[in-house]
């Protein structure tokens, strides 16, 4: 069962408590915010980045970013959001990392990247077209999918995560939507025409 409103509104007035004696020292009270975050951050890690143990390292960078950060913290944004906002940049930053990487590698080392027939074999059996689709969105693009439709957030909740306002995520999640659809028809068209593909092969 989710929480109410009131129930939402209390929980967030007891975090901005605790952080407010964690501004004043009493360092050992970032405990309670670890345990009040730790379990969706590393959900929305997870599904920002793809990968169970980079989420897990990434959920502790997060944390210690927002320990380090946390006397700049203001009550004008909801701590949630603000504490979003770290985990959003943090996540970005490490798939732009990762494309430049995979981008160096093609350059110098491009046998590496050439999976086996086996690998081959198990991507072409277990790609849907919805993790094509997703694969051909920036990160930015994949941050605001996760965040409204996995995370639920309100577009007014988002608007304080990445500073965008409201009515131009309105317009992006549109956008978004539509490219999604249109990538998803296009590879089920092509999963569908392939004559060698997995699914039409007699075993």
């Not at 943090?90 to 990392?97: E, I, Q, S, T």
């Not at 999976?115 to 994949?142: F, V």
Request: charged share 25%.
């Amino acid at each position: 069962m989710g929480l109410t409103l009131q129930e939402n509104q209390q929980d967030a007035r007891q975090i901005e408590s605790v952080v407010a004696s964690v501004q004043r020292g009493e360092t050992e009270r970032f405990a309670i915010i670890i345990d009040a975050y730790q379990q969706q951050i590393f959900r929305y890690c997870c599904r920002m980045l793809g990968n169970v143990q980079d989420a897990e390292d990434a959920v502790q960078d997060i944390m210690v970013k927002a320990y380090q950060s946390i006397s700049r913290y203001r009550p004008e944004v909801s701590f949630s959001a603000w504490l979003y906002r770290i985990a959003c940049n943090h996540c970005l930053n490490l798939l732009r990392r990762r494309k430049l990487h995979r981008q160096i590698m093609n350059i110098f080392r491009p046998s590496l990247l050439a999976a086996s027939p086996e690998q081959e074999m198990e991507k072409r059996l277990y790609s849907y077209p919805l993790e094509k689709a997703l694969a051909e969105l920036t990160p930015e693009e994949r941050n605001i999918l996760v965040l409204r439709v996995l995370e639920q957030r309100s577009f007014a909740e988002m608007s304080e995560i990445l500073h965008i306002s409201a009515n131009a995520l309105t317009k992006r999640m549109t956008t978004i939507k539509r490219k999604v659809q249109a990538a998803m028809a296009a590879e089920e068209e092509m999963t569908c025409q392939e004559p060698n593909s997995v699914m039409s092969t007699k075993i």
